[in-house]
């Protein structure tokens, strides 16, 4: 299985049905046994936080939010890359990373052509300006050329182009003040280059925060809910170690630190270390008033906030609420004082699927009495926020499977005695110290995360870290939780996330511009998420000493 999902020779959900056939078969596990394990709470937790993104997407309610960002924090190159990165990633926290950075790139080179145009005709003005002060120079070459040439510099110095837009130095206007076609070629030249590098740098940015801001949230991509089936089926005495509140309380911190020093690299390959001209402070300029008039218009081209775009953010927040609140760890949450007091009846799972269930019930239209239709007949109902025809239509079916094939291998890993094996032969790795084992295994996953699916990669990781941790007497998390975050740091390779491959779809992307970023940010990703397992990851999960739920790998 771990050859075939790493060659893809047929499909991943494919492969993931394999140990339907061949458990049964090899007398491992009985077939009833296999495919119970296909449909966990873990797989409800995904199916209730994706109906809620498509319910988000479906009324570009994430939209509303990217464009009310950017248009707070202006169009300034690095005050753009900000918005984008952070918007960006806050949108993939909830929605998926691919809908996420779909979205975002339009817009991001929307408004880098409306910047790039509006230097242009600031340019060409310029030059039709400087043209016509050369003719008047012709017709009175008598004059002195220095009076003029200090004319055309107070004119200069009065009008309301931008000096960073239009490069027409003073230096260029005294030397006889004209504007050849071998100058306006090579300004030509330089402003492409500019915006080129500027668009390679805006589309990178969009993909790897897509990929950074989902490792914030449980939900926010495939490996965050396969590490906590993992934990919870490996560990099943666990007593909920992982949940919504406590994964956002360790990762949400990582994320901002990983984002911020990626926006630092990335400003440094792109946009150079002025911050004093990348981030244009001093008076705005023609072109950035015209960008962000495009932002604006976009945006006013939403129109009014609908009941249905308003009911799915008051169900949205309802459900972040809920979920930080059911279990926060400081306090007895609301699932305890209710429900839980003997077992954990009411999971993060249970209120996924409730408050996505309420997207059926709700009607998109608000709902009035005696309403009548065109014909003068009773008008028909209003369509839910969600119908099943568009959920099926969205939902990534295959990764359910996949899920639950990663399941059901652990499982047979653990019946087969697979996992004791594993764990006993990586015994010697007890003499090396915690901190190293944590970062040679992320950097051997990040790099293993680029040639193969992250959700692929974290299935066959995790089983085996489980066991090597309860080997050698580590906490299970302190090598699985900065491992899995490790399988989101795909930034190498356009085919290694699609949003890579989005991003290189659109931003004019070389494979070696792609690598040169991505190969630095690896080591940055790794090198946070090492800090953040040793420092509040410690205070948070008791990470110094060996929990006794882990003495034992059981079977349930």
């Not at 010697?428 to 193969?452: G, N």
């Not at 790794?526 to 882990?550: E, H, R």
Request: aromatic share 10%; proline share 5%.
């Amino acid at each position: 299985m771990a050859l075939y999902w790493c060659t893809e020779c047929i499909p991943l959900a494919a492969t993931a049905l394999l140990p339907v056939i061949l458990f049964p078969m090899m007398k491992i596990m009985e077939s009833d046994e296999v495919c119970i394990q296909y449909l966990k709470d873990s797989n409800m937790l995904f199916i209730g936080g994706l109906l809620v993104a498509i319910a988000v997407e479906h009324w570009n309610l994430h939209k509303r939010i990217a464009l009310q960002v950017l248009l707070f924090v202006g169009v300034k190159p690095s005050l753009l890359m900000i918005g984008f990165m952070g918007t960006t990633a806050f949108l993939s926290m909830w929605i998926s990373n691919t809908a996420s950075t779909a979205m975002m790139l339009p817009i991001a080179n929307a408004v880098l052509q409306q910047l790039s145009d509006s230097e242009a005709n600031a340019e060409g003005r310029a030059h039709d300006l400087q043209g016509a002060r050369h003719g008047m120079e012709n017709q009175g070459f008598e004059m002195n050329d220095t009076n003029e040439c200090k004319e055309v510099k107070q004119k200069d110095s009065s009008s309301n182009m931008d000096r960073d837009n239009v490069e027409v130095t003073d230096n260029d206007v005294s030397k006889g003040c004209a504007w050849s076609p071998e100058m306006a070629e090579q300004r030509r030249n330089k402003r492409e280059q500019k915006y080129m590098k500027l668009t390679k740098g805006m589309s990178l940015c969009v993909c790897y925060a897509a990929s950074i801001g989902g490792t914030a949230t449980l939900t926010g991509t495939t490996p965050n809910v396969i590490l906590k089936g993992q934990i919870d089926k490996l560990f099943p005495e666990n007593g909920g170690v992982i949940n919504f509140a406590n994964w956002f309380g360790f990762a949400f911190p990582n994320m901002i630190l990983m984002l911020a020093l990626a926006w630092l690299w990335l400003q440094f390959m792109f946009l150079g270390l002025n911050f004093k001209k990348s981030f244009g402070w001093g008076a705005e300029s023609a072109g950035d008033k015209e960008a962000y008039q495009v932002i604006k218009e976009e945006y006013k081209r939403l129109g009014k906030m609908s009941f249905a775009e308003a009911s799915v953010l008051v169900i949205f927040t309802l459900l972040v609420l809920l979920w930080f609140t059911r279990e926060p760890g400081f306090i007895p949450g609301w699932a305890t004082v209710l429900f839980n007091q003997k077992k954990a009846y009411v999971t993060d799972g249970t209120v996924a699927i409730l408050m996505s269930a309420l997207f059926f019930c709700i009607p998109s239209k608000f709902p009035k009495c005696g309403r009548t239709s065109e014909d003068g007949g009773p008008a028909e109902a209003a369509p839910p926020l969600l119908t099943w025809e568009i959920v099926h239509e969205k939902m990534p079916w295959n990764i359910l499977l996949l899920l639950g094939g990663g399941f059901a291998l652990a499982h047979g890993s653990e019946v087969s005695g697979l996992s004791t094996w594993l764990g006993e032969t990586l015994i010697p790795l007890q003499s090396i110290p915690p901190f190293a084992i944590s970062i040679l295994l992320c950097l051997m996953v990040a790099m293993f995360t680029e040639c193969s699916s992250n959700t692929a990669t974290t299935t066959l990781f995790l089983p085996i870290l489980g066991a090597m941790a309860t080997a050698i007497k580590l906490h299970p998390l302190y090598v699985m939780f900065p491992c899995t975050i490790a399988a989101s740091l795909a930034f190498m390779l356009p085919v290694a996330t699609p949003p890579n491959a989005i991003a290189f779809s659109y931003g004019n992307l070389k494979v070696m511009d792609m690598a040169k970023a991505g190969f630095i940010l690896n080591f940055i990703g790794v090198l946070t998420i090492n800090i953040g397992i040793n420092t509040w990851g410690v205070a948070m999960f008791d990470l110094n000493s060996f929990p006794s739920w882990a003495n034992v790998t059981k079977n349930p």
